[in-house]
């Protein structure tokens, strides 16, 4: 009822949200490490967009200028915003599939096997490109799948899923894919940079190629999940109860498990392990706006996004040329904040 | 949904157990080995001088072409580069980006320090390095101020990634990445490649006739002395002993020094400090850096071999060793002239 009597101011705030994003994408598109000003990279923008093009003259800029706007900052800040979102949304519905506060979306040993997939192909050394795709990415996302299926396997009892079940095999699959991960990088010590770099999170060859396939993945899988809201208001009270209401929680949770490890296993396979958002910002929303998955879930995904380009805009700008590697920002600037938001919100958790 | 049977279950489980464990078996055979290969593609490796612009070497190969008479590089130039790709130059670079401390150094030892408008935080030698604009490291550079600082070619070398390279050239950047096994013949053709790039033949020709020269002197020097044991002090302490082995270049020359590597009887970088302390070696050479000779003193194990204890540590500067550049020759000669003073009066 609340709810109900609410949903218009959910509407507006949700739009702000995304208005808020929107311009946070395009302040962050004038940031970086090349000398380009704010107004000619605002130019840029504006005369690469077909409807606006008469507005702006972008022709006496550099065209490497352009090209730095257009090939390797815009396509990096379409990615964070995409991978926000995806993380945070996954976040929120495993936090609501297991009941488990802890949840975040990498609980069933994903990263460990995206991160085990990865390290086999820089060890075995095909680095090459594939249709644009490269490799590693390729096995990342591999290996993510697998970890996923074998997972499945494990925690499934006859036609059931159970929850915790699912948790333990995660994480024992996760461990053991973790020491997969150490034995190669100490076996190939020369290429132990390059597999923690990896591990770590950059978003640093971003290309538009990559924003194309996240894109839909990301877009249609939190429309998705978020039909599932409800579904998951109410497994939240408990399985059995949920099943009294009419809800099919077996077919629900076998659905929700694989759509978020298909979105998951894209984000991490494209841009490394990003650790953090994926726990703390469905949180974050429930202590601003309550636990009601049908904000929670919405909201996770416009603020993940928010959040994801922040991090990265602070992570290339903080100590030019260098990039700090955005899961390292992610914890070091989220952390702090979050326990802001516990201090200020005391009584509403305790 | 459709009841699977018990066996079909197991089966399923079992076979994705076993590709992973498939896995590990293939990676850790494919490390028994622990051979340490430079590069991260599977193209890579010694890149002859197949092109007719070979560069000129004074002991006169087989290919005298009619441009090494006049040495100047002819362009449009095209090079095969260690990923394989046939590169072309159309006119001389007039701005170089370099994302490899080898190839900076390189750079700079042919003169052509005044094309340099870009070098990675690990570029450090020569001094004058400091003065150039950094573009980040070697492994992931920003990729923003290269394509900002409009450069006639890029130069990398070992650990570039594809993912990099991709995005360079969706920017329009004309990307070179050189690298050769690592050895003396490797850093050879890093140099002449780089001369014939910039133009700078005569230069690149000199550098490896000095090192020739250095190289030949040195062994001729050593040649019949008796080989004390030395061992080549890559990291110690809590995570590990690591050290050169008889197929890595720095344990080659150890031997070329006229040294006995006291790690030859392993291939790659681990060792143990029990077998360390077992050979006892004569001679230890560590970094310059990081005070290693001091953390030596007192470390465990090493604070109680001969070496130490008689103070023959060579401390040196281990870029001359590593970075496959110009100062490799002079790194060589540092060595043999530690364990053989004698012979170098």
């Known amino acids: ?350 | 949904m459709k009841r699977t049977t018990k066996a079909n279950n197991s089966f399923i489980t079992i076979s994705i157990l076993t590709a992973f464990l498939l896995m590990l078996t293939g990676l850790l055979a494919g490390c028994g080995q622990g051979s340490d290969k430079k590069g991260n593609n599977g193209a890579g490796g010694v890149k002859t001088a197949e092109t007719k612009n070979s560069h000129g070497s004074a002991e006169g190969d087989a290919d005298t072409q009619p441009e090494d008479k006049d040495e100047s590089t002819v362009y449009p130039f095209t090079i095969t580069d260690s990923f394989d790709r046939k590169v072309t130059l159309e006119k001389e670079p007039q701005k170089v980006v370099s994302i490899s401390p080898a190839v900076t150094e390189i750079v700079f030892a042919l003169g052509q320090q005044d094309k340099l408008v870009g070098r990675t935080d690990y570029c450090n030698y020569p001094e004058e390095t400091a003065q150039i604009e950094s573009i980040g490291n070697l492994m992931s550079p920003n990729i923003e101020k290269i394509v900002d600082m409009e450069p006639d070619v890029v130069i990398a070398s070992a650990h570039f990634q594809r993912e990099v390279l991709q995005k360079l050239e969706d920017a329009g950047l004309t990307v070179v990445i050189l690298y050769g096994e690592e050895s003396f013949e490797g850093a050879y053709e890093a140099i002449g490649k780089i001369g014939d790039l910039l133009n700078a033949r005569a230069a690149a020709s000199g550098i490896i006739d000095d090192m020739k020269t250095t190289v030949a002197d040195v062994e001729k020097r050593v040649k019949g002395k008796e080989k004390p044991s030395v061992y080549y002090v890559v990291g110690f302490g809590e995570l590990g002993d690591f050290t050169a082995g008889k197929d890595t270049f720095v344990g080659q020359m150890i031997e070329m020094a006229g040294g006995k590597n006291a790690a030859d009887d392993v291939k790659g970088w681990n060792y143990s400090l029990e077998k360390l302390l077992e050979k006892n070696p004569d001679v230890l050479i560590c970094s310059k850096a990081d005070h290693q000779k001091e953390q030596l003193k007192t470390a465990n194990g090493y604070q109680d071999l001969d070496a130490v204890k008689n103070g023959k540590i060579l401390e040196m500067d281990k870029n001359k060793l590593e970075i496959q550049g110009p100062r490799l020759a002079n790194g060589l000669k540092e060595i043999a002239k530690y364990i053989h003073p004698e012979a170098f009066k």
Not at chain 1, 283 to 304: E, N
């Open chain 1, 1 to 350: 009822m609340t709810f109900l009597q609410k949903k218009k101011q959910y509407g507006i705030l949700f739009l702000i949200a995304l208005i808020a994003l929107f311009f946070l994408m395009i302040l962050s598109g004038t940031l970086g490490a090349a000398d380009i000003s704010f107004s000619e990279s605002l130019r840029i923008m504006v005369s690469g967009v077909p409807w606006l093009r008469r507005f702006a003259d972008a022709g006496s800029i550099r065209s490497s200028s352009r090209m730095i706007l257009w090939n390797v900052r815009l396509p990096r800040v379409f990615l964070s915003a995409l991978i926000g979102a995806g993380l945070s949304i996954v976040g929120a519905t495993f936090q609501g599939m297991f009941r488990n506060p802890m949840a975040d979306p990498y609980i069933l040993g994903i990263s460990s096997g995206a991160s085990a997939g990865a390290t086999a192909a820089i060890v075995l050394g095909w680095g090459g490109m594939v249709s644009g795709m490269g490799m590693t990415a390729l096995f990342a996302f591999a290996g993510a799948l697998l970890t996923t299926l074998l997972v499945y396997r494990i925690a499934r009892v006859g036609n059931r899923l159970p929850t915790l079940g699912l948790i333990l095999a995660g994480v024992a699959v996760g461990f053991f894919l973790s020491s997969l991960v150490n034995i190669m990088m100490f076996f190939h010590r020369d290429q132990m940079e390059r597999i923690v770099m990896w591990t770590m999170g950059s978003l640093a060859t971003a290309t538009w190629g990559q924003v194309r396939i996240l894109f839909p993945v990301v877009l249609l899988g939190s429309a998705v999940l978020f039909v599932f809201a409800r579904d998951l208001n109410a497994m939240s009270t408990g399985e059995e109860t949920a099943k009294s209401l009419g809800i099919e929680v077996e077919k629900v949770k076998k659905f929700l498990l694989a759509l978020s490890s298909l979105i998951i296993a894209c984000c991490v396979s494209t841009a490394g392990v990003i650790g953090f958002i994926g726990l703390i910002v469905p949180h974050s929303i429930r202590l601003a706006l309550g636990s009601d998955q049908r904000v929670v879930i919405p909201f996770s995904a416009a603020f993940g996004a928010i959040f994801l380009v922040l991090c990265d805009t602070l992570a290339r700008n903080l100590i030019p040329p260098s990039e700090i590697p955005v899961g390292v920002v992610t914890s070091l600037f989220g952390a702090p904040f979050f326990v802001y938001l516990l201090h200020r919100n005391k009584k509403k958790v305790m």
